[in-house]
């Protein structure tokens, strides 16, 4: 089988729930394929959101294309409704002044219908996220 990038919106992903958006930079423009696009908090922390991928699907890489996020944390659901989410990864990110954050995660356990991203903290009021994206493959359709 081969290795796609699932949470693209093309591949079926959809980002289901943000806590803030901004009429500009929504939420879906982190799945849209777009390097010009991004989401942005609007202040606050943490802040979250969580991608639906409408199959079942086993991630091996994870790449988060973000600015100004210091602490992020992933948990997973396998479950047919984004509940029973269970503690995944958790990263401390590096600040890079002037260029983008990009964090590869190489994924252990990786099965999942929903991830949910959480920003616990930034390094500064707001932060963004450009690309959120999962290299795996599809296991099976939900029933």
Known sequence: MR?????LSSEG???ILAT???EKHPPENMID???ETFWTTT???????????HKHVRIERLIIQSY??????IEKSTSKEPVDFEPWIE??????????QNEEIMARDGHATYLRFIIISAFDHFASVHSVSAEGITVSSLP
């Open 3 to 7: 290795k796609i990038d699932l949470c």
């Open 13 to 15: 992903a959809e980002v």
């Open 20 to 22: 803030s958006s901004d």
């Open 33 to 35: 394929g777009n390097p």
């Open 43 to 53: 202040g606050m922390f943490p802040q979250e959101f969580i991608i639906c991928f």
């Open 68 to 73: 100004f996020v210091r602490t992020l944390k």
């Open 91 to 100: 990263r401390d990110l590096v600040h890079t002044e002037g260029q983008l």
